[in-house]
């Protein structure tokens, strides 16, 4: 059963860093039929999509365009977790952050793979005041 | 692709169908003829859940009292009877398009 442990500061102060982590268990962070993602949810943003990671025989990453170039995912497959990194942040980056893992099935009859979000952390409230 | 939901409240009697409306801003089916549309739940003090995955497609443990129909721009989420346990914000979610983007929910409750 995979399971996804995050951690984190849950207090950020306005135009530092939030960095958070996620732990993955009863999968490899390597595999190569799995995508791994960052969504974040708040009252006045609803669910939102932060970016992903991936291997398929090298690293790749997604990014939502609003945070390009605040925004950093990276995985560390010797301790088998990847993190998020937000820098600058304001106090519209507070909100809970998820780390999920997008797992995949072959389409029938097609010569595709579908990725769906199956396998969600319980989340990390991050409030971003001084 | 900007995703609308509605109702945006639906409140239910236990054991009365309900139904959920999801359109999309852009089309969400792909050229391998299936739409990159899903369903979640979350319950209340949860994070989401998956139940449909390409429009239709009941995923894993979930009952066959849901069921999720549609194509292109406008889909629908079947509670055929509505139990104690189906309350929480349900989310269409599309994935043919980056970036990711969710609807704003429909959230069940009971009367």
């Known amino acids: 059963q995979v399971q996804l442990l995050q951690s984190g500061p849950g207090l950020v102060k306005p135009s530092q860093t939030l960095s958070l982590t996620c732990v993955v268990s009863?999968?490899?962070?390597?595999?190569?039929?799995?995508?791994w993602n960052w969504f974040r949810q708040s009252p006045s943003r609803g669910l939102e999509w932060l970016g992903r990671?991936?291997?398929?025989?090298?690293?790749?990453?997604d990014y939502t365009p609003s945070l390009m170039g605040r925004i950093t995912v990276n995985a560390d497959a010797s301790r088998n977790q990847f993190s998020l990194s937000l820098t600058s942040v304001t106090p519209e980056d507070t909100a809970v952050y998820y780390c999920v893992r997008e797992g995949s099935i072959p389409i029938p009859k097609t010569i595709y793979d579908y990725y769906f979000m199956d396998v969600w952390g319980k989340g990390t409230t991050v409030t971003v005041s001084s | 692709t900007v995703m609308t939901q509605s109702p945006l409240s639906l409140p239910v009697t236990p054991g009365e169908p309900a139904s959920m409306s999801c359109r999309s801003s852009?089309?969400?089916?792909?050229?391998?003829?299936?739409?990159?549309l899903d369903w979640y739940l979350q319950k209340p003090g949860q994070s989401p859940q998956l139940l449909i995955y390409l429009a239709s497609n009941r995923t894993s443990g979930v009952p066959g009292r849901f069921s999720g129909s549609g194509s292109g721009t406008d889909f629908t989420l079947k509670i055929s009877r509505v139990e104690a346990v189906d309350v929480g914000v349900y989310y269409c979610m599309q994935s043919l398009h980056t970036p990711l983007t969710f609807g704003g929910g429909t959230k069940v409750e009971i009367k």
């Open positions: 990671t991936y291997y398929r025989s090298k690293w790749f990453y």
């Open positions: 009863g999968d490899s962070v390597s595999t190569h039929s799995a995508a």
């Open positions: 852009q089309s969400l089916l792909h050229s391998n003829g299936y739409n990159y």
